[in-house]
């Protein structure tokens, strides 16, 4: 019982229980029913007078609801009931025999007369009703399915807000949006529709203006960077012009990079159902055929749905990682009941335990002294993670107990 909801209905149930229980139990208190004697003892005056009325004329007792026999009345003897009704005759008139049985669901008091034989009558029975225990459990019942019914709409019409911007939060899009809110119902259901509207809509505009302003960067670096370029090439040391050269290769690298990360972040490619185990080994034999030691596990046949450039960029970059961080590496594709799992190992050093987690962060490198022998900006890895968000999966990254790097790759898989 840990949702907000869940927890208003069990409160709302307590509470209408304990005070339907508590008015009920006031009401008991204070409908009692009369004192038995009280409603005993006028019981008692009738047979005395049926027991006075048998001794002169018997013939009267029929219409007065009496009879004469030579026994008492057959049935269960109630011996409580006998002695109560004793008692009462004593205190109404002279003292008599008296003994009540059960006959047929009725009470019969059988009365010992004078001149010999019994007096038969039926007396009020003062027992509770032989149902009572399922009345009170029909009672409880309706009061438990009242209260249920009642805590639970009024706990879905307090939550609903909540649960509102929980199923929006729930439809944001990879881009960091999320799609309009309908600004109908109840008055607090509109204002936090309306809230979660405009909260998208300010998303919505920082992320164009970032993308924008990155894309408007990447692409006017280019210029001076030709500029640059060009002037470079008068440099007559040799060793000079290199590294001027190297700088700017690695600048024009950078604003690529940054120009593909906002390209992806846009997600305009189409998905389609493709075979992952294929397009795996082709990205595999491509880095073979460039010298690059990829190694490929027999793998499954698997089909997930993704677009095939974006997704081939993205496996491409953490292949190329583990080759030229790692030194070579083994790929291996498995089916994980609904996902498709890639897991590639290099045979490098791994990353430190405190950089591990900011390896996604754009332009990081594990080496602080960005090592000019190693080609990249520092976006590979994000770029990689951004095109398998927008297709349902997701990118880790850890270190292998016994030595490499593992890149571990997960997509949504229908069936083979």
């Known amino acids: ?5 869940a927890r208003i209905t069990a409160l709302l149930i307590v509470a209408i229980l304990t005070v339907v229980g508590l008015a009920t139990l006031a009401a008991s208190r204070a409908l009692q029913p009369p004192n038995p004697e009280t409603t005993i003892e006028p019981v008692a005056r009738q047979i005395h007078v049926l027991a006075e009325l048998a001794a002169r004329d018997p013939g ?3 219409a007065a609801g009496g009879a004469v026999s030579d026994r008492p009345a057959k049935g269960a003897v109630l011996e409580r009931m006998s002695i109560f009704l004793s008692h009462a005759m004593t205190r109404t008139g002279p003292p008599r025999k008296i003994i009540v049985s059960r006959e047929g669901g009725r ?5 010992a007369l004078s001149g010999g034989g019994w007096l038969l009558t039926p007396v009020p029975d003062p027992s509770p009703p032989e149902d009572r225990w399922l009345i009170l459990g029909i009672w409880i019942a309706m009061i438990v399915v009242g209260s249920v019914a009642v805590s639970w709409y009024a706990a879905r019409r307090l939550s609903r807000p909540i649960e509102l911007m929980e199923d929006a939060a729930s439809r944001i899009g990879t881009d960091a949006t999320l799609p309009p809110v309908p600004e109908t119902g109840p008055a607090e259901v ?10 998208s809509e300010r998303l919505t505009r920082a992320m164009e203006s970032r993308m924008r302003l990155v894309a408007a960067a990447g692409h006017d670096l280019r210029t001076p960077m030709t500029r640059m370029r060009l002037r470079a090439e008068f440099i007559p040391d040799d060793e000079e012009r290199a590294r001027w050269l190297a700088d700017l290769e690695e600048l024009d690298q950078i604003a690529d990079s940054a120009i593909r990360l906002v390209r992806e972040e846009a997600g305009g490619d189409l998905a389609e159902p493709l075979r992952l185990d294929q397009m795996v080994q082709t990205i595999a034999g491509e880095m073979t055929e460039i010298g690059q030691e990829m190694r490929l596990d027999p793998a499954p046949p698997l089909t997930v749905t993704a677009a095939p450039l974006a997704l081939k960029r993205a496996l491409r970059n953490l292949m190329a990682n583990a080759a030229t961080h790692g030194g070579g590496g083994t790929v291996s594709l498995q089916s994980d009941g609904p996902q498709a799992v890639i897991t590639i190992r290099d045979l490098g050093p791994g990353i430190p335990g405190p950089l591990i987690d900011r390896v996604f962060e754009p332009f990081f490198r594990v080496d602080p002294a960005r090592q000019k022998g190693i080609p990249g900006a520092g976006l590979g890895l994000a770029i990689a993670r951004e095109i398998l968000a927008r297709f349902g999966g997701s990118l880790a990254i850890r270190n292998h107990p016994d030595g490499g790097l593992e890149q571990v790759i997960t ?3 229908p069936g083979p």
Do not use: E, G, Q
């Open 107 to 111: 009470l019969i008091a059988s009365v």
């Open 60 to 62: 009267l007792l029929s």
């Open 1 to 5: 019982m840990t949702s907000l909801s």
């Open 190 to 199: 509109r204002a936090t529709a309306r809230a979660l509207n405009r909260l």
């Open 411 to 413: 997509l949504p898989a």
